[in-house]
């Protein structure tokens, strides 16, 4: 690697630069040289100034530079040029951020969508998914993670309510416009008649993708209008017809989807309107904003099917409030950050923007090919070897200094040489961003070559094949040669190196030597100044007003305290708080003797640093790719820290329908306990139509595990645990347990948490028969199902047969039964026979310990987590309440009801029965009541009951 980082990198300080500590000087009262603040040459309109200064004594003369136009000045400008350009970079970056996305819902069920990535300047197709329902659109909004949705006005209403957050019927306009606050997206509802196919189908045709490659062969129909000379070679790109462009594009995607080919028209039909927006039409801007470069069609079926609610369950992903109040310059634009998730253990390990997206897409994409798969644990396998360490640091340190490199192409090609980012450092410009790309990158592909165990790895063959050494340097070489970074840095605009360019480097002689001039013009003017006006007189040089003689402001009189003389009169250009400015005959003479010499440099930079920018382009789809490829390389390594980090082993994928973990662990709950026990798992899907029908499979494992215990045991954790191991095996990560053969899952479903929202009208037990209801209709014999207290949510005998029946169908399926895990507290449906014994059902417990002799309550029961064969007969559900401070009386009479319900006793009558207590104080009560009526009463009645009252009261007492 040290060869390549010593061959450009070389821009120490120049003579123009060194020359700064000298530049300004001046002189006191006995003539005395006095140093000055060191000047700094800075990319504004700043005033350069020197002073005279007449004191009180007349023979004597002092020279001072003028502060203000030097601090105050420079400070102002700065803050505003500085916000302006955050604020075009802040536009930049959300506008390479944008996923549009079109999605439209026909009548028949027929779902089309299409979506363009604005970074990546790809349009994206869908195959037409035929009898689709509003999940497939859930799924789609998951996939796809857009900016923008574009909605058809025709689309179907399930799937409109999906893409806004299911509103509830029959709200008003208002209530739902109100529930998109809080969406991720922006929704559009667009006519359909920009879903329209012919239409759609033109604006493609008119893309002109791939005409640039492979073979002229022009193909023309009748209708075709064809220009002149078209075939003489006098055109760059040779004539294409629309029938021509038709078959290109056919072969790039399937052009019958005509639901998806009419959502990429509402698609381009948006970019048109932005482009429109965003640039004054006619500026050659417009024609650099959301291009489409690339056409390609995505698909579902090659990943896992997995749905919010199940990543949401698992913790796959969460994301939560960011505590810092103001986000940092380029950061977080949702105010949002990874909370506590699966993929928060590798987001953190990421050092790259494209490493953390592309990382991210794998998490919302498992893959079912199982090439992938191992192709990405072969790589983290290697990079986990020990011989490997050093290497890997290595990469590691230098991705952390790589950027996106895909912005600062961006603003190459706009023309605009300002920063990748809101901070002032070096990395904040785009030519100390390239640069530091390629010589980092170039240090990766030496680490890569020297990489143990790479060989054959498709990612490390695709480092070594894109990372062109020989071009890389010559594009760090040329940017080297050209741009000064530290000047560049200091003055916060591209300064170009001596010896580019002759002319440049004269003007800048000549603008280095006005200092001296300055000096010496002050100095003339300070001697014709009356000695008794006492004044300070300062000669300043502005860039685009010339050469201006500043003086004190005399306050009453709105003036300068000296104007000049009827011989040489200073004409009054412009006011401060402290000063007046003139310009008299000097100042217009040395006004057009040197110009604008400042704006003539800067201008002449600009120009070169534009020619830079042209040749660097040059090298777009190399630095991009280098960028893309860099991202994915942080992907895996991110991937390798991870396992390496949370002692994760590596999975054996396999096509046979199980899942077989030794030692399994949950990667979250480790993280929050000291020890954790870990368990193994074993079970087995059906194994389709073409083998035997038999009720489990053919290594025996069961087809469903069902299992019981008591609260608090760990059955939900562990529940997780083996779906989240199943889910990070087709991410292609390693996985927490000490051994795993995990076979392909193509639908991870689940019905474990009840996510309720005002916004949803289902009660909670609705969702959750939602859940189930989605899983039975998705399950295939390949799926994982995760049902845990399925039932809970309505009356006991309802819950405990509705969950019997789920059960007892899953099972019937046989060979395309699903693999099953499930977790539930309804005994009666074993103590019932509702679930009859069977080879591929096995019921499992989580294993306590109770001691009945313990005084405290936390001590008679002990959770031990672990897993064994058979079901248990009680969830200890009274000593959890008493665990959790219910109150001993509560407790006691839950147990008292147990035990009597155990014992078949009828509760009705025993609990009508009431207490000695209350008994004695009915009798009582009767005891009055009898005594009163037998009473004749004539007059004062209230007199008679208080008598007796207080004879009832006193046999009470006595007895």
């Given at each position: 690697m040290a060869p390549h980082r010593g061959r450009w990198r070389g821009c120490g300080q120049t003579a123009f630069s060194k020359r700064r500590a000298a530049r300004e000087t001046s002189c006191d009262s006995r003539g005395t040289p006095r140093s000055l603040t060191p000047y700094s040459r800075i990319a504004s309109r700043t005033p350069r100034s020197t002073s005279q200064e007449r004191n009180a004594t007349p023979s004597t003369v002092s020279c001072s530079h003028s502060?203000?136009?030097?601090?105050?000045?420079?400070r102002d400008y700065f803050d505003q040029l500085t916000e302006q350009q955050d604020t075009e970079f802040a536009a930049d970056v959300d506008t390479l951020a944008e996923v549009v996305m079109a999605v439209n819902m026909t009548e028949r069920g027929t779902i089309g969508c299409a979506y363009y990535v604005a970074w990546e300047e790809k349009l994206c197709f869908m195959e037409d998914a035929k009898q689709g329902s509003a999940d497939i659109v859930e799924a789609l909004k998951l996939f796809i993670e857009p900016t923008v949705v574009l909605v058809s006005t025709k689309c179907d209403e399930d799937a409109a309510a999906r893409l806004e957050g299911n509103p509830t019927p029959g709200s008003s306009d208002g209530d739902r416009r109100a529930g998109r606050a809080d969406l991720p997206y922006l929704i559009e509802n667009r006519p359909a008649v920009e879903f329209g196919y012919e239409s759609a189908k033109n604006k493609l045709i008119k893309l002109r993708i791939g005409e640039d490659g492979g073979p002229r062969v022009t193909f023309v129909v009748p209708g075709d209008v064809v220009p002149d000379h078209w075939n003489d070679g006098s055109y760059e790109t040779p004539f294409a017809g629309s029938q021509e462009r038709l078959l290109r594009l056919s072969s790039w995607i399937n052009l019958e989807s005509r639901t998806t080919v009419g959502c990429a028209g509402a698609v381009l039909s948006y970019l048109q309107r932005r482009r429109a927006t965003s640039c004054v039409p006619g500026h050659e801007a417009s024609a650099s904003m959301f291009l489409i470069n690339t056409v390609e069609m995505f698909s579902l079926v090659g990943s896992m099917f997995i749905n919010s609610d199940t990543l949401h369950s698992l913790q796959i992903m969460s994301t939560e409030s960011h505590p810092n109040i103001k986000p940092p310059s380029g950061g977080w634009a949702s105010g949002s950050k990874e909370g506590l998730s699966v993929y928060g253990l590798f987001h953190q390990q990421a050092k790259t923007t494209q490493g953390r997206a592309l990382l991210r897409q794998y998490f919302l994409r498992p893959s079912l090919n199982i090439e992938i798969i191992n192709e990405r644990l072969h790589t983290i396998e290697a990079f986990l070897r020990p011989e490997n360490t050093s290497c890997l640091g290595h990469i590691v340190d230098s991705l952390a200094k790589i950027k996106n490199i895909r912005l600062a192409v961006v603003n190459l090609?706009?023309?605009?040489s300002g920063g990748l980012d809101k901070n002032r450092g070096v990395s904040s410009s785009v030519w100390p961003s390239l640069r530091n790309f390629i010589?980092?990158?170039?240090?990766?592909?030496?680490?890569?070559?020297?990489?143990?165990?790479?060989?054959?790895?498709?990612?490390?063959?695709?480092?070594?094949?894109?990372?062109?050494?020989?071009?890389?340097?010559?594009?760090?070489?040329?940017?080297?040669?050209?741009?000064?970074?530290?000047?560049?840095?200091?003055?916060?605009?591209?300064?170009?190196?001596?010896?580019?360019?002759?002319?440049?480097?004269?003007?800048?002689?000549?603008?280095?030597?006005?200092?001296?001039?300055?000096?010496?013009?002050?100095?003339?003017?300070?001697?014709?100044?009356?000695?008794?006006?006492?004044?300070r007189i300062n000669v300043i040089f502005f860039p685009q007003i010339g050469f201006l003689i500043s003086t004190q402001l005399a306050k009453d009189l709105g003036r300068g305290v000296y104007e000049g003389t009827a011989e040489d009169v200073w004409e009054k250009m412009f006011v401060t708080e402290q000063n007046a400015y003139y310009k008299n005959t000097q100042m217009a003479e040395m006004d057009q003797y040197f110009g604008d010499i400042y704006g003539r440099i800067c201008d002449k930079e600009i120009e070169i640093v534009q020619e830079l920018a042209m040749r660097v382009l040059e090298h777009e789809d190399l630095l991009n790719t280098v960028s893309d490829v860099c991202g994915e390389l942080d992907s895996f390594v991110a991937l390798a820290r991870g396992a390496s980090l949370h002692n994760f082993c590596r999975p054996i994928m396999t096509s046979d329908n199980v899942v077989q973990v030794k030692g399994g662990r949950h990667p979250l709950q480790e993280l929050t306990v000291s020890s954790y026990v870990a368990n193994d798992s074993d079970i087995a899907g059906g194994e389709g139509e073409q083998t035997n029908n038999t009720e489990s499979s053919a290594d025996g494992g069961p087809r469903m595990v069902l299992m019981t215990g008591p609260n608090y045991s760990g059955k939900s954790v562990y529940l997780k645990q083996v779906a989240i191991?199943?889910?990070?095996?087709?991410?292609?990560?390693?996985?927490?347990?000490?051994?795993?053969?995990?076979?392909?899952?193509?639908?991870?479903?689940?019905r474990i948490s009840t996510r309720e929202s005002v916004s949803r009208f289902q009660s909670a037990f609705a969702i959750d028969l939602q859940q189930v209801s989605m899983a039975l209709n998705l399950a295939t014999r390949r799926s994982l199902l995760i049902i845990d207290e399925f039932g809970k949510g309505t009356e006991s005998n309802d819950g405990a047969g509705l969950a019997a029946g789920v059960f007892e169908h899953l099972l019937q399926r046989g060979t395309e039964c699903p693999k099953v895990l499930a977790a539930t507290h309804f005994h009666?449906?074993?103590?019932?026979?509702?679930?009859?014994?069977?080879?591929?059902?096995?019921?499992?417990?989580?294993?306590?310990?109770?001691?009945q002799e313990a005084t405290d309550v936390e001590g008679q029961v002990t959770y031990l987590y672990n897993i064994r064969q058979g079901r248990s007969s009680s969830s200890l559900g009274t000593y959890c309440a008493a665990m959790n401070g219910i109150d001993m009386a509560i407790v006691d009479r839950a147990e008292e009801l147990i035990l009597l319900m155990a014992r078949g006793e009828n509760l009705r009558e025993i609990c009508a029965e009431l207490p000695v207590n209350e008994l004695e104080e009915i009798t009582e009560a009767e005891a009055i009541a009898r005594a009163f009526l037998e009473v004749d009463i004539v007059d004062q009645p209230k007199k008679i009951l208080d008598d007796i009252l207080g004879m009832c009261t006193t046999e009470t007492e006595s007895t």
């Amino acid at each position: 690697m040290a060869p390549h980082r010593g061959r450009w990198r070389g821009c120490g300080q120049t003579a123009f630069s060194k020359r700064r500590a000298a530049r300004e000087t001046s002189c006191d009262s006995r003539g005395t040289p006095r140093s000055l603040t060191p000047y700094s040459r800075i990319a504004s309109r700043t005033p350069r100034s020197t002073s005279q200064e007449r004191n009180a004594t007349p023979s004597t003369v002092s020279c001072s530079h003028s502060a203000q136009p030097r601090t105050t000045a420079r400070r102002d400008y700065f803050d505003q040029l500085t916000e302006q350009q955050d604020t075009e970079f802040a536009a930049d970056v959300d506008t390479l951020a944008e996923v549009v996305m079109a999605v439209n819902m026909t009548e028949r069920g027929t779902i089309g969508c299409a979506y363009y990535v604005a970074w990546e300047e790809k349009l994206c197709f869908m195959e037409d998914a035929k009898q689709g329902s509003a999940d497939i659109v859930e799924a789609l909004k998951l996939f796809i993670e857009p900016t923008v949705v574009l909605v058809s006005t025709k689309c179907d209403e399930d799937a409109a309510a999906r893409l806004e957050g299911n509103p509830t019927p029959g709200s008003s306009d208002g209530d739902r416009r109100a529930g998109r606050a809080d969406l991720p997206y922006l929704i559009e509802n667009r006519p359909a008649v920009e879903f329209g196919y012919e239409s759609a189908k033109n604006k493609l045709i008119k893309l002109r993708i791939g005409e640039d490659g492979g073979p002229r062969v022009t193909f023309v129909v009748p209708g075709d209008v064809v220009p002149d000379h078209w075939n003489d070679g006098s055109y760059e790109t040779p004539f294409a017809g629309s029938q021509e462009r038709l078959l290109r594009l056919s072969s790039w995607i399937n052009l019958e989807s005509r639901t998806t080919v009419g959502c990429a028209g509402a698609v381009l039909s948006y970019l048109q309107r932005r482009r429109a927006t965003s640039c004054v039409p006619g500026h050659e801007a417009s024609a650099s904003m959301f291009l489409i470069n690339t056409v390609e069609m995505f698909s579902l079926v090659g990943s896992m099917f997995i749905n919010s609610d199940t990543l949401h369950s698992l913790q796959i992903m969460s994301t939560e409030s960011h505590p810092n109040i103001k986000p940092p310059s380029g950061g977080w634009a949702s105010g949002s950050k990874e909370g506590l998730s699966v993929y928060g253990l590798f987001h953190q390990q990421a050092k790259t923007t494209q490493g953390r997206a592309l990382l991210r897409q794998y998490f919302l994409r498992p893959s079912l090919n199982i090439e992938i798969i191992n192709e990405r644990l072969h790589t983290i396998e290697a990079f986990l070897r020990p011989e490997n360490t050093s290497c890997l640091g290595h990469i590691v340190d230098s991705l952390a200094k790589i950027k996106n490199i895909r912005l600062a192409v961006v603003n190459l090609r706009r023309g605009n040489s300002g920063g990748l980012d809101k901070n002032r450092g070096v990395s904040s410009s785009v030519w100390p961003s390239l640069r530091n790309f390629i010589y980092f990158a170039l240090g990766i592909r030496d680490s890569i070559e020297e990489l143990n165990g790479g060989e054959g790895l498709g990612l490390m063959t695709k480092i070594i094949e894109t990372f062109d050494k020989q071009e890389l340097v010559a594009v760090g070489h040329l940017i080297s040669s050209v741009v000064d970074f530290e000047s560049s840095r200091d003055q916060r605009r591209t300064v170009v190196l001596p010896g580019v360019d002759d002319e440049l480097d004269e003007a800048k002689r000549t603008y280095d030597g006005i200092e001296d001039l300055l000096s010496q013009v002050a100095r003339q003017i300070a001697e014709t100044v009356p000695a008794e006006l006492d004044t300070r007189i300062n000669v300043i040089f502005f860039p685009q007003i010339g050469f201006l003689i500043s003086t004190q402001l005399a306050k009453d009189l709105g003036r300068g305290v000296y104007e000049g003389t009827a011989e040489d009169v200073w004409e009054k250009m412009f006011v401060t708080e402290q000063n007046a400015y003139y310009k008299n005959t000097q100042m217009a003479e040395m006004d057009q003797y040197f110009g604008d010499i400042y704006g003539r440099i800067c201008d002449k930079e600009i120009e070169i640093v534009q020619e830079l920018a042209m040749r660097v382009l040059e090298h777009e789809d190399l630095l991009n790719t280098v960028s893309d490829v860099c991202g994915e390389l942080d992907s895996f390594v991110a991937l390798a820290r991870g396992a390496s980090l949370h002692n994760f082993c590596r999975p054996i994928m396999t096509s046979d329908n199980v899942v077989q973990v030794k030692g399994g662990r949950h990667p979250l709950q480790e993280l929050t306990v000291s020890s954790y026990v870990a368990n193994d798992s074993d079970i087995a899907g059906g194994e389709g139509e073409q083998t035997n029908n038999t009720e489990s499979s053919a290594d025996g494992g069961p087809r469903m595990v069902l299992m019981t215990g008591p609260n608090y045991s760990g059955k939900s954790v562990y529940l997780k645990q083996v779906a989240i191991i199943v889910f990070m095996a087709h991410v292609g990560s390693f996985v927490p347990a000490a051994a795993a053969t995990i076979g392909l899952t193509d639908k991870l479903l689940t019905r474990i948490s009840t996510r309720e929202s005002v916004s949803r009208f289902q009660s909670a037990f609705a969702i959750d028969l939602q859940q189930v209801s989605m899983a039975l209709n998705l399950a295939t014999r390949r799926s994982l199902l995760i049902i845990d207290e399925f039932g809970k949510g309505t009356e006991s005998n309802d819950g405990a047969g509705l969950a019997a029946g789920v059960f007892e169908h899953l099972l019937q399926r046989g060979t395309e039964c699903p693999k099953v895990l499930a977790a539930t507290h309804f005994h009666e449906i074993f103590e019932a026979g509702f679930l009859t014994p069977r080879r591929s059902l096995v019921f499992t417990h989580m294993e306590v310990r109770i001691d009945q002799e313990a005084t405290d309550v936390e001590g008679q029961v002990t959770y031990l987590y672990n897993i064994r064969q058979g079901r248990s007969s009680s969830s200890l559900g009274t000593y959890c309440a008493a665990m959790n401070g219910i109150d001993m009386a509560i407790v006691d009479r839950a147990e008292e009801l147990i035990l009597l319900m155990a014992r078949g006793e009828n509760l009705r009558e025993i609990c009508a029965e009431l207490p000695v207590n209350e008994l004695e104080e009915i009798t009582e009560a009767e005891a009055i009541a009898r005594a009163f009526l037998e009473v004749d009463i004539v007059d004062q009645p209230k007199k008679i009951l208080d008598d007796i009252l207080g004879m009832c009261t006193t046999e009470t007492e006595s007895t």
